[in-house]
């Protein structure tokens, strides 16, 4: 007897993502799980009297997408926050703050996101400017990569930071020549003291502190932390959105999640890690393998653990293996040694976690490159799948080292300067044009046999993977002579399903549509093969499915 089927999506153009059958018409869902994948006559032999019906209308269905590398708690709180991006003078700058804090007299601080690192142009943002504009009341507005804020006088001084604060390697509060600070605040010890009042502090522990939440939350607080993530759950499902793997993370994070689902309100399937700050010793990572042990579910886990070796181009706190080319006297100060480094990803191998690690600079990735080869070496190699996130310059040494040790690149398309919008400078000219071959070398390092998986790092970049998509397929080199860099469609769909899969050893539960696979899938507004590339961004998700359950419906 045919099984019957639960929900059934029919006149699709099915890209399945399977190479053993690429194409479909028409798939068949049950319990959860992919039943068929198919033509329309083939899959409605298992329509029961039960079974939902969808006709898609030649619309595309594709896997769930798989976002990679995002920060969902704390980006879920920003979607509150005053949006910057693409703002640009001091004018313009001004008139969006104005307006913010008149739509929220009663906020302790208020708070923007996507400054841009040139808002002004040739001249950098010091508290002086946001004076002006504002000088009654504390703001504080973040750079679009979340590693450099700007602060007015009296954010700075509630903040207990006016005179300066001692912070460790690769954290600065930038001093003025008057000996006070002079508003930028580079990396999370310098502003977090600032963020701290907003109120929002437990949706970035995972991120600041990777500690909990002291003292414990109440009822109430933990309420309102649910609803927060809940806000992001909705915007990721309304993206196309399946499976998040969160780049920051405590146990509070993973017990608020169980609540939720508990709840019946889980939209996306989350992975969430522990994370390892420089000032802890080894000893802690007891507490990620408990909690690897604890949360391993396919809609909730763990069994990762996040370290940061440095920070960020435009700030000058990635660390290069030569100096900056507009600084050559810098080369960046790591958040680790290399020695210290590799002793840490050697007893995180042993364990048999998976470790992740941020590493922009080609000086970062070396060192991260090297403590993974050194864990092989003192534990004898595995299928470990650790992971380097951003790789925004790298060496054409280290370029083979990621097949040869089995590294996964995770990369994020929103991220190269021209991309979506973003300016070129000073990024270009900081790297410097003999290394802009080797920078943000996505493709490069697919063809040298890295697995590379796609994401936004959202709230950094904005979270749609359809723009992520479109920005891989348009990238462009900065100028003649160097290698292309850009994906066609359906290797950038890939990268947001099958290598995101690959990347949490899922690769045999989903990014596929495929009988036996979990029922996580997208069904677009449009023909994705059929729409110009550049308006690409003009389709939409209609439909997200999860487990088999519709979280969004457009």
């Known amino acids: ?77 920003e979607l509150g926050h005053l949006q910057l991006a693409h703002v640009h003078g001091i004018d313009a700058l001004g008139k969006a703050i104005r307006d913010y804090a008149a739509l929220h007299p009663d906020a302790p601080i208020l708070v923007a996101q996507g400054a841009d690192y040139t808002i002004l142009d040739d001249e950098r943002v010091t508290r002086h400017h946001l004076d002006k504009i504002l000088p009654d009341r504390a703001f504080v507005m973040a750079a679009p990569d979340h590693h450099t804020m700007w602060a007015n006088t009296r954010a700075l001084e509630m903040a207990g930071i006016l005179h300066g604060l001692e912070v460790g390697p690769g954290n600065e509060v930038v001093m003025g020549e008057d000996g006070l600070a002079a508003g930028e605040l580079r990396e999370g010890e310098a502003f977090g003291p600032v963020l701290e009042l907003a109120g929002e502090e437990r949706a970035r522990l995972g991120l600041s502190t990777g500690g909990e939440p002291d003292p414990l939350p109440s009822q109430q607080e933990r309420k309102k932390d649910r609803e927060t993530l809940k806000r992001g759950l909705e915007w990721c499902a309304k993206h196309g959105i399946t499976s998040i793997h969160n780049m920051d993370g405590n146990l509070y994070l993973l017990e608020l999640l169980s609540e939720i689902e508990a709840e019946g309100d889980l939209l996306c399937r989350v992975q969430v890690p522990f994370h390892f700050k420089n000032f802890m010793d080894l000893d802690i990572l007891e507490k990620a393998s408990g909690m690897a042990k604890k949360y391993d579910s396919e809609w909730i886990s763990s069994g990762l653990v996040k370290v940061f070796y440095d920070g960020v181009l435009d700030s000058w706190t990635a660390v290069m293996v030569e100096p900056y080319a507009d600084r050559p006297d810098w080369l960046g100060e790591p958040l680790f040694s290399p020695e210290r480094f590799a002793e840490l990803a050697t007893e995180i191998d042993r364990r048999g976690l998976q470790i992740a690690v941020h590493a922009i600079g080609d000086g970062a990735v070396r060192a991260v490159l090297d403590g993974y080869e050194a864990a092989q070496k003192a534990n004898g190699a595995r299928d470990s799948r650790h992971r380097i996130e951003h790789i925004e310059v790298t060496t054409e040494q280290d370029i083979p080292r990621f097949a040869d040790l089995g590294v996964i690149a995770s990369m994020q398309p929103p991220h190269p300067p021209g991309s979506m919008g973003l300016p070129l400078e000073p990024t270009v000219s900081r790297i410097g044009r003999e290394r802009w071959h080797v920078s943000y070398p996505s493709r490069t390092l697919k063809m040298a046999g890295a697995h590379v998986p796609f ?47 690959y990347a949490e050893f899922m690769e045999h539960r989903k990014g596929k549509l495929k009988p036996g696979f979990v029922a996580d899938l997208v069904m677009l507004s449009g023909e994705i093969e059929a729409v110009n590339l550049e308006k690409l961004h003009e389709i939409r998700p209609v439909l997200t499915m999860c487990g088999g359950k519709v979280t969004y419906r457009s």
Request: aromatic share 6%.
């Open 455 to 501: 994401a936004s790092d959202w709230p950094v970049s904005p979270i749609d993977p359809i723009l992520g998509i479109q920005a891989s397929m348009l990238r462009k080199p900065w100028a003649n002579g160097l290698p292309e860099q850009n994906f066609g469609l359906r290797d950038a769909i890939a990268a947001y399903t099958v290598e995101g899969a």
């Open 1 to 77: 007897m045919t099984t019957k089927a639960d929900f059934i999506i029919t006149d699709a153009r099915i890209l399945t993502m399977d190479e053993g059958n690429p194409e479909a018409e028409a798939v068949a869902i049950a319990d959860g799980v992919i039943l068929a994948v198919g033509s329309n006559a083939a899959i409605l032999e298992h329509k029961g009297p039960e079974t939902k019906l969808v006709d898609a209308g030649g619309k595309s269905v594709i896997p769930g997408f798989i976002e990679a590398h995002m920060h969902l708690f704390s980006g879920a709180a």
